[in-house]
């Protein structure tokens, strides 16, 4: 360590020959991720032969190259210690099952009592800096009000080796949900691409595909209930309110979902009774790839409390 900074010297490998830069340090350097090279290339801390390289400089074989790295800056939101249910944890990364009304990240109206401030508190010392600072890796999110499993990465590796894995849509997420009325058929696909409502900034809405982002939502009927369904969302790709936007504009909305439905005569007192106040909708598995291990990983949540309370209410 050098004032606060770490030094690195590595002489690139034969095998790199041909490669980009940034890639083949990425390789010879699995704790920092391409896209952190990336940005310290740009701000003049990596040299080649004493030069400094652009990350798309080929690769010949055998040079030596030097790379400072900063020490991560303190993220901005504070630590707290805010109870986690942890589901695994090792080195890399966390799996957690988060409850409904808390939200992921910090953001304007919710700057603390957040899921980061929660993990900074309970991974001091122990996470990603991919991008400058230190925090936790918020690689995916679910809603505030929606409960269940999330990953976050700790370390770069972690970060970008699940990023990839989001971006693939390799990773595996299934989702619980009960919605007003039965859909017919009892299981299809939803593909409706997503963007900004135009009016409601809020809300997402179904989009024109040059103007949204490509979604697709498979869904299989559970069980019938009254004037409802218990339905299971597999999501092929994971778009800001993807389930909610996609089963509202196909005719069965969420129950207890104040942004993209009404509640229905038949259900309304039925909330009332149960003082159900959020989206009827729980991220119930995940699976992935460890991205160091290469081990493959699947976790379950039970229903929460409350969604199993709403459903034996709703049973015929």
């Known amino acids: 360590m050098n004032g606060g900074k770490s030094n690195i010297s590595i002489v690139l490998s034969d095998a790199a020959a041909g490669q980009r830069l940034d890639r083949a340090l990425a390789d010879a350097l699995p704790g920092l991720s391409r896209e952190r090279l990336k940005a310290l290339m740009l701000e003049g801390a990596v040299t080649v032969a004493g030069k400094r390289p652009t990350p798309s400089l080929k690769v010949a074989g055998g040079e030596q190259v030097c790379v400072t790295v900063p020490e991560a800056a303190p993220a901005t939101a504070e630590p707290q210690a805010i109870p986690l249910s942890i589901v695994h944890e090792d080195d890399d990364l966390i799996v957690l099952d988060k409850p409904a009304g808390l939200v992921v990240h910090p953001a304007a109206g919710n700057l603390d009592g957040t899921l980061v401030n929660a993990l900074l508190h309970h991974c001091a010392g122990r996470l990603s800096g991919i991008g400058g600072v230190a925090r936790p890796g918020i690689v995916h999110r679910i809603?505030?009000?929606?409960?269940?499993?999330?990953?976050?990465?700790?370390?770069?590796?972690?970060?970008?080796?699940?990023?990839?894995?989001?971006?693939?849509?390799?990773?595996?997420?299934?989702?619980?949900?009960?919605?007003?009325?039965?859909?017919?058929?009892?299981?299809?696909?939803?593909?409706?691409?997503?963007?900004?409502?135009?009016?409601?900034?809020?809300?997402?809405?179904?989009?024109?595909?040059?103007?949204?982002?490509?979604?697709?939502?498979?869904?299989?009927?559970?069980?019938?209930?009254?004037?409802?369904?218990?339905?299971?969302?597999?999501?092929?790709?994971?778009?800001?309110?993807?389930?909610?936007?996609?089963?509202?504009?196909?005719?069965?909305?969420?129950?207890?979902?104040?942004?993209?439905?009404?509640?229905?005569?038949?259900?309304?007192?039925?909330?009332?009774?149960?003082?159900?106040?959020?989206?009827?909708?729980?991220?119930?598995?995940?699976?992935?790839?460890?991205?160091?291990?290469?081990?493959?990983?699947?976790?379950?949540?039970?229903?929460?409390?409350?969604?199993?309370?709403?459903?034996?209410?709703?049973?015929?």
């Open 143 to 316: 809603d505030k009000d929606t409960s269940g499993l999330l990953v976050i990465a700790k370390t770069d590796l972690a970060h970008e080796g699940l990023a990839k894995q989001f971006a693939a849509h390799s990773i595996g997420r299934r989702y619980l949900a009960v919605v007003a009325g039965r859909p017919s058929p009892l299981a299809g696909r939803i593909e409706g691409a997503i963007g900004r409502h135009p009016v409601h900034r809020k809300k997402m809405d179904i989009v024109s595909p040059g103007k949204g982002k490509h979604a697709v939502t498979h869904y299989r009927t559970l069980a019938p209930l009254k004037d409802a369904a218990l339905v299971e969302c597999r999501l092929e790709t994971g778009r800001t309110h993807q389930v909610r936007v996609h089963l509202a504009s196909s005719g069965h909305a969420l129950l207890g979902d104040p942004l993209y439905g009404r509640a229905r005569a038949t259900h309304r007192d039925i909330l009332k009774s149960l003082g159900f106040g959020r989206q009827a909708l729980h991220a119930r598995s995940l699976q992935f790839v460890h991205p160091r291990t290469q081990e493959n990983l699947a976790f379950e949540s039970p229903v929460p409390s409350d969604i199993q309370e709403l459903i034996e209410a709703l049973a015929v």
